[in-house]
């Protein structure tokens, strides 16, 4: 265990906030032609609807939090959870760069 149980806690919410965050931007972004999902397979979600694409993006993003919440006295799980906070945080500051493009 690297963190302490309420701060891997608060890191989770963290991870959760930076997928519905990006969940919602790719769709506003992807939907307006301001961008492309690079991922192929939420590309083809996209494609199927934006509340398909939302929903699936929110359940596997839940789904996946929970399942490292249970994880939570397993080293590996900390060591992942950082690495997708920190993966998260680089498209969220993508995110503000195509926010700033469109808006501003």
Do not use: C
């Amino acid at each position: 265990m690297i963190l302490k149980y309420k701060t891997y806690n608060r890191l989770l919410i963290f991870l959760l906030f930076l997928t519905v965050v990006d969940g919602f931007s790719t769709l506003y972004f992807v939907t307006n032609q301001y961008a492309i999902e690079l991922n192929p397979i939420m590309a083809a979600l996209l494609e199927l609807g934006g509340l398909v694409f939302l929903f699936v993006k929110l359940a596997t993003s839940f789904l996946g939090v929970f399942v490292l919440w249970l994880a939570r006295d397993v080293y590996i799980s900390h060591v992942f959870s950082i690495i997708l906070a920190a993966f998260y945080t680089v498209i969220l500051v993508f995110h503000i760069d195509i926010a700033i493009a469109v808006f501003f």
